[in-house]
């Protein structure tokens, strides 16, 4: 059975950090793009950034690019996304979702899914 299982949320004066983890389980993670998306409160999920299996490729939403910073440690089967800067309009439930073909930003494209951690930036 996959588990994704997402850590690190948390209430942040704007301007703070924020590390967030995602373990997985039950899976070859190597073989899995793993990603980013966070779900504001009335809006869609939307992408924030994603890590190639092997850790080379990144990619990033504009609005996150220069302040998020998304790794992985295969050893330890977890991503992490490193938040600094961070702004009231981060505020959403951030969630990691595995993707074990291609490369999309279409939440509905991936196969599995964490139950999220809420981040909540205060002004």
């Known amino acids: 059975q996959v588990q994704l299982v997402e850590s690190g949320g948390g209430l942040v004066q704007a301007g703070g950090s924020l590390k967030l983890s995602c373990a997985a389980s039950?899976?070859?993670?190597?073989?899995?793009?793993i990603a980013w998306f966070r779900q504001a409160p009335g809006k869609d999920r939307e992408f924030v950034a994603d890590?190639?299996?092997?850790?080379?490729?990144?990619d990033y939403v504009g609005s996150v690019r220069g302040r998020f910073t998304i790794s992985r440690d295969n050893a330890k089967n977890t991503v992490y996304l490193q938040m600094n800067s961070l702004k009231p309009e981060d505020t959403a439930v951030y969630y990691c979702?595995?993707?074990?073909?291609?490369?999309?930003?279409?939440?509905?494209?991936?196969?599995?899914w964490g139950q999220g951690t809420q981040v909540t930036v205060s002004s």
């Open positions: 979702g595995a993707l074990s073909r291609g490369h999309t930003w279409s939440a509905g494209d991936y196969d599995y």
């Open positions: 039950g899976l070859t993670f190597t073989n899995y793009l």
């Open positions: 890590i190639s299996g092997s850790g080379v490729g990144t």
